[in-house]
Nanobody
Framework: QVQLVESGGGLVQAGGSLRLSCKYS????????MGWYRQVPGSQRELVAT???????NYLDSVKGRFTISRDNAKNMVYLQMNLLKSEDTAVYYC??????????WGQGTQVTVSS
C-alpha cells in the first residue's frame, strides 16, 4: 500500500506559477514511477508528467517547457513546478505511484484554477 497526499493547488492568474507537492509513504521500491495527472469534469484523466527514481522524465506535449517534475527520494516527495500557466491547465491534479508489477496508487487530488 502507498499513501499519497497532494498540496499546493489554488487560484492563479494566467501567466503565473504554482508548485504542487506530493508526499508519499508506505511500501516504496526503487522501480516505482511517480507521476502527475490531471482531470477536468467530463474528460478522462490525462498524464501530465512522470519521473523514475533515476530521474528520467516524460511530459505531456502541451506542458513541455512550462512544467517541471522532480522528486526527492530521501524525503519521499514529488513536485510539479508549473510556470506560464494557461486557462486550459485548470483541472484537478493527482499524484500517482505506479509499481513495476502494475499496481497503482492515487492521491486525493488538488484543484488548480487558472483565471484568464
Amino acid at each position: 500500500q502507498v499513501q499519497l497526499v497532494e498540496s499546493g493547488g489554488g487560484l492563479v492568474q494566467a501567466g503565473g506559477s504554482l508548485r504542487l507537492s506530493c508526499k508519499y509513504s508506505g511500501i516504496i521500491v526503487s522501480s516505482d514511477v511517480m507521476g502527475w495527472y490531471r482531470q477536468v469534469p467530463g474528460s478522462q484523466r490525462e498524464l501530465v508528467a512522470t519521473i523514475t527514481t533515476g530521474g528520467t522524465t516524460n511530459y505531456l506535449d502541451s506542458v513541455k517547457g512550462r512544467f517541471t517534475i522532480s522528486r526527492d527520494n530521501a524525503k519521499n516527495m514529488v513536485y510539479l513546478q508549473m510556470n506560464l500557466l494557461k486557462s486550459e491547465d485548470t483541472a484537478v491534479y493527482y499524484c500517482k505511484n505506479r509499481k513495476a508489477w502494475g499496481a497503482e496508487y492515487w492521491g486525493q487530488g488538488t484543484q488548480v484554477t487558472v483565471s484568464s
